[in-house]
DNA sequence: GATGGTCGTAACCGTAGTCGTTACGACATT
DNA sequence: AATGTCGTAACGACTACGGTTACGACCATC
């Protein structure tokens, strides 16, 4: 399927800026965030802005800009990151419309989309069943 | 997430096999499939070939060649194929390990990995409460 | 044993998505 | 005015997917 990372980034973007500012500070910059991922700032931006699409954090310009979160941690779920940050399906239909003088080529594409349909709504589900909470806990429950 | 293709067409080629074969017929070629499912043959059988590897599918050459199923349809379900087709998890974690002097870059990877392990075993029960018996009944309850 | 139809598979191409990187303008604090 | 950061475009490397061509391997049939 061709997995990315990005759920997974979005997530520990996330939890690095709340941690942050629960020990007190206003803002976290991406060159923070990235540097904790180990990945590139411009990487981090652009995750983040689409999360402040979805309204999940606010950003700051100018002189002490950065990220910081717009909701509670505990109310984001990763549905709603997932949702921000994955738009299409996770099943794709054939490229090109099946031959529809075909009884099976004209009953697969209904019949898939129902059943997707139905896959698709318990992963979401069980995707809003995890807040970011419940994640931040994880990490610091790590041995050490 | 790029998603693909290849779940939909590997159930559109069990399913044609499978009524192809309650026509009367022996074996159905990659040729007819391919036909069917508006794509090219080699696609159909290179999904095949995975397929006979689960053991879901028989092959045979030379004249009169082409495929059989190896099991029933009703035995078989959307996991099967799934995971014949699908090697890869859903989610991908870090391209780079992240820092592991950072509290968040050192938990991140074990929590994310719990939280997606849930995730994808929730998947895969709802893929396996399909089967393709089911499939191909709603392929032909299409209204017409 | 020659023929013909089909599988099995390699090779290549176009397209698209992801990720990293550089660059630079916009902006606000100081 | 200077500085630090965001916002975003642009580009390249890499990978996956799907389509296509090509050709050898195989076997039923004649």
């Known amino acids: 399927m061709s997995a990315n990372s990005r759920l997974t980034i979005a997530a520990h973007a996330l939890a690095w800026i709340s941690l942050y500012q629960r020990q007190g500070h206003e803002v976290a910059t991406s060159e923070q965030i990235a540097t904790s991922a180990n990945t590139n700032a411009v990487v981090i931006r652009r995750l983040l802005g689409e999360l402040r699409r979805a309204g999940l954090v ?62 698709e709504e318990t992963l979401r589900r069980e995707l809003a069943r995890v807040t970011l909470e419940d994640v931040l806990r994880d990490i610091l429950a790590a041995p050490r």
Do not use: K, N
Request: some cysteine; aromatic content about 8%; hydrophobic content about 40%.
């Open 58 to 119: 606010e950003s700051r310009r100018g002189g002490g800009a950065g990220w910081s979160m717009a909701r509670e941690l505990e109310s984001i779920t990763l549905l709603d990151v997932y949702e921000a940050v994955e738009p299409g399906p996770l099943f794709a239909m054939h490229r090109a419309t099946p031959d529809q003088e075909c009884v099976v080529g004209y009953g697969i594409q209904p019949a898939m989309q129902g059943i997707y349909e139905v896959i």
